[in-house]
């Protein structure tokens, strides 16, 4: 599996706050059936000590520890960046925190509260900019919660989403999270699932037991979210269509 969101890297942003914390996190990913991870520490103004020149050498320095230790993980340079941080970065630094450093692809946090009105033509402004954005964890959202359609607009208009693994996994069955992220499976609107891990402690769901439970909507295809999916993100290629589940058109999501 490969895991396209994890605050793996340490020391750097509300992630592992030790090599050691790190390590154990790569263990625990490796334990799951993750083989490659992209790290993608925050891109935001409360953490100003992650440096987009420095994201490469930091991956290369943890892989190099892995390989110590005979942990057979393969670290991806990225970044979940902020939208205002976004707005205001230069190519350079833009280029140096999507995935791989590719200038392809890159991970767009998706805010906490109520989405402006403004929101899709911000997102625009940075696919103007030549980069395709895989939208992470929109099922936490209020404003998507309540309004679906409109993250379904987005994914018409290009805009990859990923899941996280906790909404999946988690105990809460009735969340809202949970139910939007549902909504998304079964009609074919979610592309990626992946962990939003910040560390061995605080890990949000199991990324193995996330792809069983969407197994049971889409079957076979939700192990696409975590292989053929961000493999394609990844190498900047066409991303395979979402699946969608067999009863979708008979659901509806429920705002309760």
Known sequence: MIDLHHHLLPGLDDGPATLAESISA????????VRVIAATPHLRDDHP?????????RCE?????????????????GGEVDL?????????????VSYGQGGSDILLETPYGPLPSTFEALLF??????????????????????DPDR???????GVLVQVSAGALASARRNSPSRRLTLWLIQRGLCHVIASDSHGPSRRRGSLSRAVAEAERTVGEVARQMVTAAPEAILAGEPVPAPGKGRSWKRRRFSRG
């Not at 205002?84 to 140096?96: G, I, K």
């Open 151 to 157: 993250l379904a607009a987005l994914v018409a208009r």
């Open 125 to 146: 402004g940075i696919q103007v900019r030549g980069y395709r954005i895989l939208l992470a964890h929109p099922e936490r959202n209020p404003t998507f919660r309540d």
């Open 49 to 57: 000590g992650v440096r987009p020149h420095e994201l490469a050498s």
């Open 61 to 77: 320095e943890l892989k190099a520890h892995l390989d110590e230790r005979g942990i057979g993980m393969d670290v991806v340079s």
């Open 26 to 33: 790569a263990e625990d990913a490796a334990a799951d059936g």
């Open 84 to 96: 205002p941080w976004a707005q205001e970065a230069s190519d350079e630094d833009l280029r140096l």
